[in-house]
């Protein structure tokens, strides 16, 4: 039986205004995008004039549509998780696995500093360096697809580290101990035993790392991403990408028609990310 | 029969005339751009973007093979980044100093003239101000609404940054290189600055007159409105013409495509976007 | 795989040391690129001058401001409100209710930064210009009630993991004593967790300084000194957006390098601060 007294109902008002608070805030921002936005969710607004086979298969550019932004944005995640997984994984594993305390400390710090950089000093570094390599080194390289996937890489690999190590370390003993009271050795314990054991917590870290690949717009703007390019043709080249486009259309829409495309772009940002998280939800539930 | 074979004759003629002039296409057209695949970079002022992306729509439409990137950044990015090899061309909308023609190397082609106008948000009242005033305004002296006879509100002040094309020309000619007030608002471009101006009531800024369109209002600098005429004629004295910069004399695809915005087919497109055509 | 544990343990030595080589190569970049600037004009001139190119004063101090002022008003925004949250979740703990609010904080962490400005610029912007009467709306105020939206979610999550960390033995027996809730929650549980919700208030101001996108769209980017919170302001992440877009050969785009080395270093004192605070509780 739990004594009710006026603190109690102080704290419990306090508490549900700051819930009524938060949510009718989530509430008012999604119902103005979906109220704007919805309206322009049609085939147009990704191919704009151009028809859907032919642009699909690249016989076509797409001018005015959402296509080259939406396909930059995949081979941005594309390009950065290839990067960033087997990398990700590596460091991971060694943390949880054979790294020394001592070590771990030390690592464990350099990547809780890596997870917390700020996006836009990544971008920096990025440009600084591409200038740097094209000025003395490398004179056809300029900001491009390939500089971007990199950075982003970087900037989602302690995702990645953390939801491996947490994995690995959450695993019961007798995972680590079977396959080699067998003959194993530790490589193989750890490939054929420890890793597929851990894939689906694992796999919630890679979710996250997708994500903020998709949304982020610091790094791209300066290793990159430009308003026009149509569909990239290699990975040195300039490409478009659905954070930057959002942010340029709020900056300079030219007319109401631009400004509808901005919402419907802000709309399936939101749908990719939000379909992203579900997902995860979805794996770690499964795992329970 | 004489009659057949006379009428097959001037018909073989007639065609023959009409293959000749169909495929002497102008010589700067969509078609001299068959064949070439490659990439083509641009980037710099931003008053140049429309322009630069009806061209670039045509060429890419029509040769698939082809991809051409535009970037923004302004007159002096677009220099900077020519010279440094890292675009093809880039963009200026004022000429490029001696200094930088010298450093870089560049090759001027100017292939339109612009204006650039102060705007203000359409239902504001205030219309017309002289020399003074404006200046005054950009430097914070003047800076509620009401000392002109609008409303009794604060100005909100909006400049371009330091590489823009579009600043420096109205810095140098409207303000006579006056000060702008460190309160002002920084907006990133043209297109930015129009859209920024449109939204506030009380906003006041700066924009290429190409750009004008009926969401903000031309305000008249001593009399004379910002518009294609009064730039074409001269009447207005705060223009510059636009230019493509490359390193070196152009060649390759950016040669191509600085001819195709001379030429009547790009000459049109200026026109069009509400640039004073050079030819 | 082969028998020799060595290739592949040294293939993941690399990796993760490759990776801690990178973090701390990213900070002497900075660093050693500052240098030219730092020494044409000493380093307390430089972070606290105004930024005025065109007179040769390249001070990032209306940018260090600029960037307190938001972060610190965001956090005075969010901090209660997450608070209250927290409390909602674990204490007051409303059946159905309560889920359906955790939920919704964790869907909120998947949010695009840039959706929120973009929101912000449409919705948040006119209002405040029209509710004060004052300025473009393009303001302090503007951002940091976009940014307190953009913090709330993680510092709910972390503060009320920390509540929840409180040993349920110290709980159930306040609560046998004869305990109301409230009472357990200010005796009991926040002494015990106040070391966590410094930490979450630590990890929100950390994410509020390195944010881009909503002080760059929202906050309006003028460059004097900001005294008011509806007076326009640019933060050193926003400042490093536009500056770069412009430039990337003079001076000014120079000083971007110190603003950049700034930002990493407020990011290492929030994480050393945090794990200080960690350990502190760790071993109470």
Redesign the interface.
Known sequence: M????A??I???T??????L???S??L??AG??VFHGFSTLNLDLIFAHTPVLEALLLKKQVFGGLLPAIAGTLALIFLSISFAL??GI??G???A???LPGTRK??G??????A??????????G???T?FLHQHFFKQLYPCLLISALCLA?LV?PYI?RSTQIALESLPSQARLTAPGLGA????N??YVLIPMAAKDIVGGVILAI?RS??D??VI??TGAVATAGIPGSVFSGYEAL?FF??Y???EYADAAELMK?YGA?LI??FI??G??AFA?WIKKKVR | MKFVFNTTKHLAWLMACCFILVSSSPADGINTFTGEKGTLRISGGTAHIPVMKIAAQNVMGAHPDIQITIA???S??GI??VG?GLVQIGNSGRKASDAEIQKYGLSLYKWAIDGVGTVVHPENPVKALTSEQLQDIFAGRIDNWKALGGPD??I?VYTR????GTRSVFWKKALAKGAI??????V?SNGAMKT?VA??P??IGYMSVGYIDPSVAPISLDGVVPDLETVKSGKYKVSRGLYSNTKGPVTGLAEKFINYLLSPEGQKIVAKKGFVPVH | ???N?RI??L??????????A???G?LA??AW?SIPVLKASNTVQILTQ?W???QGQFGIGPMILGSLYISVLSLIIAG??????A??IR??R?GI?GKI?QH????????????????G???I??FI?ETF??????CILSASIMLA?VI?PTM?LIFSQSISNVPREYTIAA?AM??????T??MIILPYAWKGILTGLILGF?RA?????IA??IS?????FPGHIL??A?TL?AH??????????SM?FKT??VC?LT??LL??L??FSA?VIGKRQRSS
Not at chain 2, 161 to 164: R, T
Not at chain 3, 80 to 85: A, L, Q, T
Not at chain 3, 104 to 119: K, N, Q, W
């Open positions: 739990k004594n009710r007294s603190g109690d102080l704290l419990n306090y508490a549900w205004c700051c819930a608070i938060l949510t805030a989530v008012i921002i103005y995008l087997p990398v590596a460091a594993v060694f943390l696995e054979f790294a030390i690592l710090l350099m990547f809780d500093i890596m917390s950089i700020p996006s836009i000093v990544v971008g920096l570094s440009f600084a360096v200038i970087f690999v580290i050795t530790r490589a193989q750890l490939w994500g998709a949304e717009t610091a703007m300066l954070p959002i942010y259309t709020a900056a901005g802000a940002l939101l990310c939000g992203l998280y939800y | 923004g950044g302004g002096g990015a900077k980044q440094e509100r604060a909100t940054d330091a590489s823009s007030s460190p309160k002002a608002q920084f990133a920024a939204k506030n009380y906003a | 795989m082969l028998e544990d592949p343990k293939c993941l030595q690399i990796a993760a040391w490759g990776c801690a990178l973090t701390f990213v970049f900075m690129l105004p005025l190119p065109n209660p409100v997450s608070f209250g949250g409390i909602f204490i007051t409303p209710a609010f919704l904080v964790e869907a909120m962490t998947a949010v695009p930064t840039v959706v929120y400005g973009f929101i610029v449409f919705l912007v006119p210009r009467l004052q300025g473009s709306g393009m939206l709330a709910i609560e004869g305990a109301t809730p409230a009472q929650f200010f950390g300084v390195g944010d881009t996108l760059l769209m309006g980017n003028a460059i004097a007076d326009s640019r992440t490093i957006a536009l500056v770069t877009a412009a430039d990337f050969d000014e971007l390098f950049a930002l990493y990011t290492c929030g994480v794990r």
